[in-house]
């Protein structure tokens, strides 16, 4: 069974990160010429390394790291906002990669002359950064750039796609109570993140243009007020949490009078990325384009 991976806590996370927006991109160089033992503080962490090819330098990851599959065997080092310094010092590692967010583990490791890489995977700008940052300081150059076109794909094919079309408002949910018939309140992508990012790529636009607010909440008349056409309710890992999703598809269905509900375009987006900003998370992009744009000819390739 795969990891708990609940939904408050991604909020919880999310909010954090965007927080630390203003901070710079940290790193203290190793003396090595390559890591060997590295330990990664956070799923997309995890998923990044994995996915540049060095799964077997991977010697740790925290409790809710759980792709590829088989980092479930290695060894665990704490949550992702409480990791454990004194596993993580017992294992030496000579690469320590973690949140930008994690400022307090961050300076006790820079005290103990553990070599470290701060990223931050805010909005897409930033998770290609942080392939790119990882590759770059491993020595995986090569992949990390394969990667990188391979993202760069995917993005023109579906911007080649949308272009000049109508862009319907999107909302997206993060996070909402599950014991109420109604929504009384839900978190929601703000203009600062990359489910933002990802919106715009496929191809629509944020029912939410606040920029105040880092992750808005709205009360149900709050989302009546925005009126989207689509909205996404981001809900991976149901079975993990216990979540009926026909009762929150019902309760959905119980706000009257906006567009999305009327022309019954409220989708639950179940893949256990869609909270994991790591390279992943670029799937959900054509996902997302095929819903806010359904009349193009998907199985048709780009012009």
């Known amino acids: ?28 160089k190793s003396q090595h010429t390559t890591s060997q033992r590295i330990i990664s ?48 010092v017992a294992l030496k590692p000579d690469l320590v990669i973690l949140p930008e967010s994690q400022q307090k583990t961050l300076e006790q490791l820079h005290q103990l002359q553990i070599p470290t890489l701060a990223v931050r995977n ?53 996070g909402h109570s599950i014991g109420s018939e109604h929504i009384k309140t839900t978190y929601i992508a703000g203009q600062n993140d990359f489910y933002n990012d ?12 606040g920029t105040h607010l880092k992750v808005p909440s709205l009360s149900t008349e709050g989302i009546m007020q925005l009126n989207p056409q689509l909205i996404f309710d981001i809900f991976p890992e149901a079975d993990d949490h216990d979540a009926d999703l026909h009762q929150v598809r019902q309760r959905w269905q119980n706000i009257a009078y906006i567009d999305a509900v009327k022309n019954n375009r409220v989708h639950i987006i179940e893949q256990n990325y869609a909270t994991i900003p790591g390279p992943r998370i670029f799937l959900l992009l054509e996902h997302f384009a095929r819903l806010i744009h359904p009349e193009l000819d998907w199985e048709s390739p780009s012009k």
């Open 1 to 28: 069974m795969r990891r708990l991976w609940p939904l408050f806590l991604f909020v919880i996370i999310f909010a954090v990160a965007l927080m630390g927006e203003n901070n710079r991109f940290t790193a203290i």
């Open 41 to 88: 503080l956070s799923p997309s962490i995890t998923e990044t390394v994995s996915a540049l090819g060095l799964r077997k330098q991977l010697i740790a990851v925290t409790d809710y790291c759980d792709f590829p599959a088989d980092v479930l065997s290695l060894p665990k080092v704490g949550g992702f906002i409480n990791p454990n310094l004194e596993a993580i």
């Open 198 to 209: 990802l919106i715009t790529l496929a191809g629509g636009r944020n029912a939410y243009q």
């Open 122 to 174: 805010t909005t897409l700008s930033e998770i290609k950064n942080t392939i790119h940052m990882i590759g770059q300081y491993t020595q995986q150059y090569t992949q990390a750039q394969q990667l990188l076109a391979n993202i760069d794909q995917q993005i023109n094919s579906i911007q080649n796609k949308t272009a000049g079309l109508y862009r319907p408002r999107v909302l997206i949910s993060i």
